[in-house]
């Protein structure tokens, strides 16, 4: 039956080279538009990750919950043995300190609410991959009272590299308390909303501006973002889960997830309606190919051959078609992943950012299975009626098809 479908296959050139070329730009289709959903979907969570949020965050039971008004309630007080516990976790490449409080910054002539983090500048300049300066540099652990500035807290204050700055907090005892600093950069990050209002200043520096030796965070950076969810149910399993809670990237940026949904609802009806171009295209060049051939199936079926087994050799027939031609889109969707990759596509910023990237295709194995998998079913599906319908005429009509 398979050595027949072929010849028969191979016999109808132009008709199978019509089937064919459906089959596999339907599949090359798939494999390029997901590839494209899957870049954009990282190249947004590694620009979270290495711009603000780290892979892992450790703080003190409640904090993510009620911390954003009072993180002077939820310090570790001595985060070092926490930080060597977690650093000696497999996949751990660092872990930095972080403390959190909300101001006021003043440039001499006009006061805005920011809200403000203290840093470790050696380690976050590592982490912080994703942060662009736009002026000046990044702080260094030799900058004891510098302070970057979110881009849109330096525009509303008109503030630039050299500029002095008054920052003015509440102290972890409730005191109001003031450093002077000095601007050393302007960073964008990937969110607009946080350059809006978000500084950086030394650790120490907000240290002594609160009035504590105490962090609210610890930040891991893995070595690779996909063990997060591993290095994350381990830190729960070592840790007191009654004073110290784990919170992993995605978590923490509920934007991501929502953004994951959205895309994977638009790839779904996108699924179905590649499925449908393919069926129908498929559809249409079967159809011609087996009515065309009416009096062959019939001449078969005189010979004895039971209608089942014409069924079998059509469907047969579609097997092998929906195999060559999902394996070639899949050939010709990675080749222009490949070639597209190289060159790459220059996208503007996505909403809610400041930062534009350079998107490529990205290749998994899974999204190769199932676009296989829907050009493969799609031939075979377009089959099933023509050949239900060809069985069904009498032998004596199909023979009278005949030349």
Known sequence: ?????????????????????????????????????????????????????????????????????????????????????????????????????????????????????????????????????????????????????GEGVASSLKLKPGSRVTLVANSSGGALNSLDLEVVGVFQSFSSDFDARAIRVPLAAAQELLATAGVNTLVLSLAQTTDTDRTAGALVQALDPGVYEVKTWYEINDFFRKTVALFERQFGVLLVIILLMVLLSVANSVNMTTFERVSEFGTMMAFGNRRRQVLLLILAENVVLGLLGAAGGIVLGVSLAWVISAIGIPMPPPPNSNLGYTAQVRIFPGQLGVAFAVGWIATIGAALLPARRIVRIPVVDALRQSV
């Open 1 to 149: 039956m398979l050595k027949l479908a072929l010849r028969n296959i191979f016999r109808q050139r132009g008709r199978t080279a019509m089937t064919l070329g459906a089959i596999i730009f339907g599949v090359a289709a798939l494999v390029l538009s997901r590839g494209f959903f899957d870049d954009m979907l990282i190249q947004l969570a590694e620009g979270i990750i290495h711009s603000q949020s780290g892979h892992i965050q450790i703080n003190r039971k409640g904090f993510f919950e009620l911390g954003t008004r009072s993180p002077e309630k939820y310090l570790i007080e001595a985060p070092g043995p926490l930080r060597t516990t977690v650093t000696a976790m497999p996949g751990v490449e660092d872990v930095m300190a972080r403390v959190s409080f909300t101001g006021l910054l003043n440039n001499g002539r006009t006061d805005r609410s920011i809200v403000g983090e203290g840093i470790e500048p050696g380690r976050e300049g590592k982490l912080s991959t994703f942060m662009r300066i736009t002026a000046g540099r990044q702080l260094t652990d030799q900058d004891g009272y510098g302070i970057i500035l």
